[in-house]
């Protein structure tokens, strides 16, 4: 959290590992110098009220003016043309020339007035702009979260951090921790499976618990160093037993098949590339078949083909087992 403004920092209401509500006032600079733009903008106001009112009457005056003066000329004028002669024509010059100067100030009082009003306005813009820098003098939270690091204390001269080049010192560090953000490295093979929103389990072992997250977001760029994507989970920490920094493992559902047909991985043999298990059949001897696998986990394979779900398929130490022999199964089930 940087200051908008400089100032010294006059009070400082938080200290690491305080938890803050948005808005809280973390801290508090004293800025003399905007007590004083602010009473010179109130100043200038009331001036430029004062100024205003005086231009309302000069206005006033000069449409009062102008009324006589066009009044005097309507009624020589009506004379001069029922009994014509009778006005000077020089008289009737002079009235015309006053009736248009009585105008010409009444434009000019509305002009004076229009800018008395304009200065005011642009005072009253003054002052909110100083009381707007002023409120900055108020560090406020902006979002809810708890203090990390606390870089400043009572007294110390804060510079205003508005530049990205400012080496200004920041008052407090606020982490918002209610979301957390996990970055896992996703190996290649798997990164054709992330889909964003996906579910995920984060599991902290410091902690004893399990707590859910979702695939946020992902950089679409295999690092070539380490094969690798970096994919970010997003983790909700409304009670904020989780705390940045810890360490986690997290459970990456990259395929799921509804009613799938499962074989424990230590059933399995491998050879010449391809898969086979031991089945006991009806008649009690072992039958090896290969199969085709699908999706793996580290304890379960998926079986496409090979076996069918209500046969039993031997687990276990196989080494001393020969297709053909007769057995007398334990049940233990297939998935």
Known sequence: MHAKVAGYLKRINVDVGDRVQAGQILATLEVPEMKDDLAHAAATIKRGASDVLFAQRELQNAQTNASLADLSYNRLANVNKNDPGLIAQQELDEALARKQSTEQKVAAARAALASAEQQVEISKTTEQHARTMSDYTQITAPFSGVITKRFADTGAMIQAGTASQSQAMPLVRLAQIDRLRLIIPVPESVVPNIRLGAAVMVRVASLGKAFPGTVARYSKDVLLSTKTMETEIDVPNPGWALTPGMNADVVLTLEKHANALTVPVQSLTLRDGARFVMVVN??????????????????????LSGVARDELVIVGNRSQLRAGQKVEPKLGGIG
């Not at 009690?284 to 394979?301: C, D, H, L, S, Y």
Request: net charge negative; hydrophobic share 35%.
């Open 282 to 303: 009806p008649q009690g001897a072992i039958e090896e078949r290969p199969i085709k696998v699908g999706i793996e986990t580290p304890a379960q394979v998926e079986v």
